[in-house]
């Protein structure tokens, strides 16, 4: 009879930021089974946002997660807009998608670093943070501050990008965008990588759809969705643009999305730059009548949705929110069985889980008794590209 | 001063805990490791295991599955050790200080020495507050 060992990976992890855990069944190097437990990061958001007003809900939701944070409130607002019918000044729309943009560029960034990492290519890890600095010095000149922006508000935008501003940003991401293709280059075309991440974890198209899967994990599927394009909003339908898919279903697709995306994302930065129009950035709506209203919006993760309920009074009676990770983290289980352990971790990333916006739960089994601890499937998982390298002839 | 606060404020080995936070903290954190603020010129590096480390780092708003746990964490800690709240939610909650699942402000489950306030602190921010916080070992009697 074949033994089956549990792994614990989580709650705390020394390099993913967030506390989260899973538990994966193994037997010898194959995952069989794994488990996964939510709520260490649950922050009753929803009933806080509820005890709110509505202009402050928008910074509670900004704080749901620190990479999505104008993600949510973009949401947000939008849902508030849809309930009272507000309408929002052009350049307010065209502002709303440069922010979602640069966030969308850190986002992916980030996670290339992070999946470097995974890779035992820490170069790339260090490289990834380095080429993300611009986007955050872009982010503290347009709003202020390098992470949480508070750019969004019903009706409009708070703050406005100046004249003055705008060499600056075409400079930097200008200096982004060489970055990029180095990366680009150095990742894409390197056979290690190749070999080890083609053919990992693939998620066929069929799957993807079943279990719903959203943003750049249903596109590495093959799956032709994209809110921006097929619900626009903001200034998203002035641009030209094109939604990046591949049809593999593998790590490296995922990989080759968001790579891809990152060049899309400068692209309409520029010319959403461009074309902006003179005028207002705010349309100043004085009050929420009664009703419902949803709003989406294309995170870097996926789609992102909110539902919101009034009853005239000043504060939301209902605030739904579904992040994008909820719908893509079932993918994993699917997509990590049959697969070795030490392929478990990069097919964890590959996904860019959110915990933060997913909120997660945890009850640990104490009669296990074989326990890896994350450095080990990291030092695994670091051995196997190794191990590839020197049977590839590379140093 | 000890001779062991001497050696530890040199190099200091930082543990990260995140108990509840919105992740920016923890982004801003692994940056400052990183090329651009590089903490490590410093001395300062981020272990694996918190049994090798001086500092405990704690972000987010001490969620009540993690309140145990930070107990936990600080009692499994080498002595002399210390703690840093990090960021709004680690000082006082932050946005997230009537939540229903929000337990005992940080200070009041370990003993803090210091706070780096912010929403998300800034990355100048907390290399100002790692020198306060080995300024604070060092002048120890």
């Not at chain 1, 692209?267 to 705010?282: F, N």
């Amino acid at each position: 009879m074949s033994h089956k060992a549990h792994i614990p990976i989580g709650p705390y992890h020394p390099l993913q930021e967030e506390p989260e855990f899973y538990k994966l069944v193994v037997e010898g190097e194959k995952v069989v089974d794994v488990d996964v437990r939510i709520g260490w990061n649950h922050r009753g958001i929803e009933k806080l946002s509820e005890a709110k007003t509505f202009d402050q809900s928008i910074f509670i939701v900004e704080r749901i997660c620190g990479i999505c944070s104008s993600s949510h409130p973009i949401t947000c607002v939008q849902a508030l807009e849809d309930l009272g019918g507000i309408k929002v000044p052009d350049r307010a729309l065209y502002i709303r998608s440069i922010v979602q943009e640069l966030e969308r560029l850190h986002s992916h960034m980030l996670w290339a670093g992070l999946a470097g990492h995974f890779l035992g290519y820490n170069t790339v890890f260090m490289w990834g943070w380095k080429y993300r600095e611009p986007i955050c010095d872009i982010m503290e000149t347009v709003t202020g501050n390098r992470q949480n922006y508070a750019m969004l508000k019903v009706g409009g935008v708070r703050r406005d990008i100046e004249k003055e501003h705008v060499p600056y940003i075409l400079t930097r991401l200008d200096e982004f965008t060489r970055h990029l293709d180095m990366l680009r280059g150095a990742v894409l075309d390197d056979p290690v990588l190749h070999a080890r991440l083609k053919g990992v974890g693939v998620l066929t198209k069929e799957r993807a759809i079943d279990y719903a899967a959203l943003g750049p994990t249903a596109r590495a599927s093959g799956v032709d969705i994209d809110v921006r394009r097929d619900h626009p909003y903001a200034a998203y339908d002035r641009v030209k643009w094109k939604v990046i898919t591949q049809p593999e279903g593998d790590v490296f697709a995922k990989m080759v999305v968001r790579i891809m995306e990152m060049y899309e994302s400068v692209s309409i930065i520029r010319q959403c730059l461009d074309k902006m129009p003179a005028g207002p950035i705010d349309s100043n709506p004085k009050d929420i009548p009664p009703g419902e209203g949803i709003g989406q919006a294309e995170a870097p993760r996926g789609e992102c949705f909110h539902y919101i309920k009034s009853d005239g009074s000043n504060s939301p009676v209902r605030h739904k929110v579904r992040a994008p990770t909820y719908m893509n983290f079932p993918t994993f289980r699917e997509t990590v069985i049959g697969q070795t352990v030490s392929d478990a971790t990069i097919i964890l990333a590959a996904i860019d889980p959110c915990y933060c916006c997913t909120e997660r739960m945890l009850i640990v089994d104490k009669d296990d008794k074989d326990l890896f601890d994350i450095q080990e499937l990291i030092r695994l998982s670091q051995e196997k590209t190794l191990k590839l390298k020197e049977k590839m002839g590379f140093k | 001063m000890g001779f062991k606060e001497k050696v530890l404020s040199k190099s200091i080995y930082a543990f990260h805990l995140s108990s509840g936070s919105c992740n920016n903290c923890d982004i801003e954190f692994l940056d400052t490791l990183t090329p651009r603020y590089d903490l490590e010129r410093f001395g300062i590096i981020m272990v694996g295991s918190v049994k090798h480390a001086d500092v405990l780092i704690c972000t987010g708003s001490t969620n009540r599955l993690c309140v145990p746990r930070i107990k936990k964490l600080y009692e499994m800690m080498p002595k002399p050790g210390f703690v840093v709240a990090w960021g709004a939610c680690g000082s006082s909650r932050g946005v997230f200080k009537d939540s229903y699942n929000t337990g005992a402000p940080l200070d009041e489950i370990v003993p803090v020495d210091v706070y780096i306030p912010g929403c998300p602190p800034k990355p100048e921010a907390i290399i100002a507050g790692m020198k306060k916080l080995v300024d604070k070992i060092t002048v120890k009697k």
